[in-house]
């Protein structure tokens, strides 16, 4: 399975929490950068989060910082997303990516080779 399989999109309302999942077959061996970019309703995509293989290192953009947390399963060979404090403009289609390339310090993910068909995060009261 090459593909990025996400999963735990929803609709919270603000203030509210949501984890999302994606998954791959040897996710951490294959790749070197996986991580989350979201696209809003006439907004151009961006970067959320991002982690590297093997060693772990986190980014985060500023505007998701204190709120997101990103992780991983090894064994599971599964990336996580946990929000929490969600507001309104967190609404977005969340995709996940990943890409063999170096992870940039600084930069996050920045050389993407693969992504997952997305899942919508609709924060709403």
């Known amino acids: 399975q090459l593909q990025l399989v996400e999963s735990g999109g929803g609709l919270v309302q603000p203030g509210g929490s949501l984890r999302l999942s994606c998954t791959s077959s040897?996710?951490?061996?294959?790749?070197?950068?996986i991580g989350w970019f979201r696209q809003a309703p006439g907004k151009e995509s961006e970067q959320v989060s991002c982690?590297?293989?093997?060693?772990?290192?986190?980014f985060y953009a500023d505007s998701v910082k204190g709120r997101f947390t990103i992780s991983r399963d090894n064994t599971e060979n599964t990336m996580y997303l946990q929000m929490t404090m969600l507001k309104s403009e967190d609404t977005a289609v969340y995709y996940c990516?990943?890409?063999?390339?170096?992870?940039?310090?600084?930069?996050?993910?920045?050389?993407?080779?693969?992504w997952g068909q997305g899942t919508l995060v609709n924060v709403s009261s």
């Open positions: 040897r996710l951490f061996s294959r790749y070197r950068q």
């Open positions: 982690i590297s293989s093997p060693d772990g290192t986190t």
């Open positions: 990516v990943a890409g063999v390339g170096f992870f940039a310090d600084g930069e996050g993910c920045n050389s993407i080779d693969r």
